[in-house]
């Protein structure tokens, strides 16, 4: 088995070392944004490893062809890639996403999840020309409190990641995974340019109290902008900490 693996940030690196300790030899080639941490573990694993400016050098000069790889594995990869790039795992590439899909599908699910009140999880999909919304392969649903903010589901969501990709791997390449379609017109889906029009109230304005609540909270994620509001031509921005009495 050959695979290619697109990885970065700290689950892509952990996830990583869990490959190169049990599937070393599924390692066809992986690809990071730079010569980054995850760069410099390949090459003390003698992993093959390249940049996604050299994969896409390659792949422009035809020396990238489709069925070149058997899967192909998206790992908390930080943007969209190629039909040209997807054609190049023959039995198809699988994601990596911060979301119950299909809740929270596109950017900062996060955020969404406490601002419109939807279950929160991350899950792994096929990947399809559409944005999050292939055959889910594997989930796991995490609660969310009043104590959460943005950053508190962000955190265990990485790690929530961690735990969930060993097992779903090891079912997708020993073709015993279970395709999930989504469903068409449930769940939701947002772009990274509504974040900040969300993210602002007006002082003036009448909210409910646990509206106002979940949008401070949302966005309480330091060391990100906070919710903001403008008071006599000043910008102030709100954070916030909910602790249940007792705890």
Aim: proline share 5%; hydrophobic share 40%.
């Amino acid at each position: 088995m050959r695979n290619i693996f697109f990885v970065d940030a700290a689950v892509g690196l952990e996830v990583l070392r869990w490959i190169a300790s049990n599937h070393a030899d599924h390692v066809g080639l992986v690809v990071c944004t730079a010569q980054n941490d995850i760069h410099a573990f390949c090459l003390a694993e003698r992993l093959p490893v390249t940049t996604m400016s050299e994969w896409t050098a390659q792949t422009e000069n035809g020396l990238k062809v489709a069925g070149e790889f058997d899967f192909g594995f998206l790992i908390w990869w930080p943007s969209i890639v190629k039909e040209s790039v997807l054609a190049t795992a023959k039995s198809g590439f699988f994601n990596t996403h911060p979301s119950l899909l299909p809740h929270g599908r596109g950017k900062h699910p996060n955020f969404w999840a406490i601002v419109e009140e939807t279950p929160f999880g991350v899950s792994i999909h096929q990947v399809t020309p559409g944005i999050d919304d292939g055959a889910v392969v594997g989930q796991r649903e995490l609660p969310v409190t009043w104590e959460d903010t943005g950053e508190t589901l962000y955190q265990r969501g990485l790690g929530a990641m961690i735990e969930l990709f060993p097992n779903v791997y090891q079912s997708i390449v020993a073709g015993e995974h279970q395709l999930i379609e989504q469903e068409a017109g449930v769940g939701s889906f947002h772009l990274s340019k509504q974040l900040e029009p969300a993210s602002r109230f007006d002082i003036n304005a009448q909210y409910r109290a646990r509206d106002l609540l979940n949008l401070i909270r949302a966005r309480t994620f330091a060391p990100h902008p906070a919710t903001s509001f403008v008071d006599n031509g000043s910008t102030y921005e709100v954070r916030i900490s909910i602790k249940r009495r007792g705890s």
